[in-house]
């Protein structure tokens, strides 16, 4: 079997999992990492590292995952295919229990640790042999002092050392049963959102990270006979801010030689998951989130931590009533992301000096009986209204006004299972009880709020017939959005610095 992991790792086209459909209710966005110039332009400095899963098993069986890779990508892909196979090739099925599938988790989680170390055995062995074999002929000799073969020997040795050295945190989610369960291992984030029929999100994080400021960890890593104290000033352990983590084999063989954890009685840093579930999913309208570290701090670098989970849930919702498929909404969102952060850094405000680089960044999205936008319709051809805050200020005043737009989510078509079902609604009328999250952005800084603010019919909008509008004389189509009630309290709120600019509004 050693042998096997082995093959795998030198062959990166070959997959465990390659007859497994990928699940359909489901969308993926990433984005890599980049660190910004003074000129504001961004440079890749590595290859991605992340990785991600999301398969569809036997017997209802849906497997989704958020890798984050460091010193490589080795050990995140490793493990989003070796947990794969040791959790869907026969391992689940619908008649195990709650402790089963959590004794099932964490098995996998160990196999996986175990599996990864196996196929470094031989670079191990290597990185030995050569050392036992440069050390004593070249101690306290410089690399340029070095005979040719010595030479060779020592670069040899660096790229084992980066063989070895890499690891990466894991989060996966497993639905069975209609049943959520969470395995998370080091900083990725999981969030639930949850419709209620009168439009408002419940946003649940599920989990924390296992970080240097968890006082759960802390607690954990002080009964092995570590300092919390330190390990918290430190903020980072070997340069990653996980506790808990795949792969690493410094971290875990070599502890007893860094400073920070010589004192452990046993390995601190740990490949064990932290469980949560089962949560039922019955009857639950919204979508699940899996974040990478890297697109979390991204967002809280630019706007804080405050909001961000709301945040996250607001441009989700926003891109899904939009987008037409998941993979779109969560490219979307990540370019969201991506652009706040940088738009942060070139504004030179006061976060700016948090937002010099970002990490690579992945966002997997499924959805639990929520509806995609219907390219085939127009916005106002059906029906749900999903209230939209347009904040805006104006340089001269220090007021703030917040105009509530609507987007109209088409409902003709409901995405049920990954397949379309008709709707019986007739066409153009809105759904009451059953809208979809919605997102009210509060501030010129763009935190935001889970809100069930309510637009009523959908009146900014010009209702039109199913038939296409034919352009005028001009070429132009009539718009969609009738903007007066905006101008009317633009002009309310902004009357005297507009008026001796001639007024805002249509020309």
């Known amino acids: 079997?050693?042998?096997?992991?082995?093959?795998?790792?030198?062959?990166?086209?070959?997959?465990?999992?390659?007859?497994?459909?990928?699940?359909?209710?489901?969308?993926?966005?990433?984005?890599?990492?980049?660190?910004y110039g003074?000129?504001?332009?961004?440079?890749?400095?590595?290859?991605?590292?992340?990785?991600?899963?999301?398969?569809?098993?036997?017997?209802?069986?849906?497997?989704?995952?958020?890798?984050?890779?460091?010193?490589?990508?080795?050990?995140?892909?490793?493990?989003?295919?070796?947990l794969t196979a040791e959790l869907l090739l026969g391992q689940l099925n619908s008649s195990h229990t709650d402790n089963d599938v959590r004794r099932i988790l964490t098995q996998a989680f160990d196999v996986v640790e175990k599996s990864y170390f196996e196929t470094i055995d031989d670079a191990l062995a290597e990185k030995a042999h050569l050392s036992n074999y440069l050390l004593p002929h070249n101690e306290n000799?410089?690399?340029?002092?070095?005979?040719?073969?010595?030479?060779?020997?020592?670069?040899?040795?660096?790229?084992?050392?980066?063989?070895?050295?890499?690891?990466?945190?894991?989060?996966?989610?497993?639905?069975l049963n209609n049943k959520l369960y969470i395995a998370n291992v080091g900083t990725n984030r999981v969030l639930l959102c949850k419709s209620s029929s009168d439009g408002q999100n419940q946003v649940l994080q599920i989990g924390r990270p296992h970080s240097t400021d968890n006082e759960d960890e802390l607690q954990r890593l002080a009964a092995l006979g570590?300092?919390?104290?330190?390990?918290?000033?430190?903020?980072?352990?070997?340069?990653?801010?996980?506790?808990?983590?795949?792969?690493?084999?410094?971290?875990?063989?070599?502890?007893?030689?860094?400073?920070?954890?010589?004192?452990?009685k046993t390995r601190p840093v740990v490949a064990e998951p932290e469980i949560h579930g089962s949560l039922s999913l019955d009857g639950v309208t919204g979508f699940l989130l899996l974040m990478s570290e890297g697109l979390i701090n991204a967002l809280e670098s630019a706007h804080g931590p405050e909001q961000a989970n709301q945040e996250i849930v607001a441009m989700v919702a926003a891109e899904l009533a939009q987008q037409t498929s998941l993979e779109a909404v969560a490219q979307s969102v990540v370019e969201r992301v991506k652009r706040l952060h940088h738009d942060v850094y070139v504004s030179g405000r006061q976060r700016a000096t948090y937002c010099s680089r970002h990490e690579d960044m992945t966002l997997l999205i499924r959805t639990l009986n929520y509806p995609l936008a219907d390219a085939a319709l127009t916005p106002t051809q059906g029906g749900r209204i999903y209230p939209v805050s347009v904040p805006y200020s104006n340089s001269?005043?220090?007021?703030?006004?917040?105009?509530?737009?609507?987007?109209?989510?088409?409902?003709?078509?409901?995405?049920t299972n990954g397949t379309n079902t008709a709707s019986t609604l007739e066409e153009g009328t809105p759904t009451p009880g059953s809208q979809s999250p919605t997102a009210t952005l509060q501030s010129t800084n763009t935190q935001t709020q889970s809100s069930s603010s309510s637009s009523g019919d959908g009146s900014l909008f010009r209702q039109r017939g199913s038939q296409a509008a034919q352009p005028d004389e001009t070429g132009r189509v009539p718009p969609y959005v009738d903007f007066t009630q905006f101008y009317r309290l633009w002009g309310g709120d902004h009357s005297d610095s507009q008026s001796a600019q001639g007024g805002l509004g249509p020309q």
């Not at 801010?241 to 875990?252: C, M």
């Open 141 to 175: 000799v410089s690399f340029h002092q070095l005979s040719p073969q010595s030479q060779k020997v020592q670069e040899r040795l660096k790229e084992l050392e980066q063989e070895v050295s890499g690891g990466a945190t894991a989060v996966v989610a497993l639905i």
């Open 226 to 264: 570590l300092d919390s104290a330190r390990i918290r000033q430190a903020a980072q352990i070997s340069g990653q801010s996980s506790t808990r983590r795949l792969g690493d084999y410094p971290v875990k063989f070599n502890y007893n030689e860094i400073d920070l954890l010589s004192a452990a």
């Open 1 to 35: 079997m050693a042998a096997q992991r082995r093959n795998f790792m030198q062959s990166p086209h070959q997959s465990w999992t390659d007859d497994l459909p990928l699940c359909q209710m489901c969308g993926v966005g990433t984005a890599p990492n980049c660190a």
């Open 396 to 415: 001269q005043s220090t007021s703030k006004t917040s105009v509530t737009l609507s987007l109209v989510m088409p409902s003709q078509s409901t995405l």
């Open 38 to 82: 003074s000129d504001g332009k961004g440079t890749q400095s590595h290859p991605n590292e992340d990785g991600h899963l999301r398969f569809r098993g036997e017997d209802g069986c849906f497997l989704y995952g958020v890798f984050n890779g460091y010193d490589g990508s080795r050990v995140a892909s490793f493990a989003s295919q070796c």
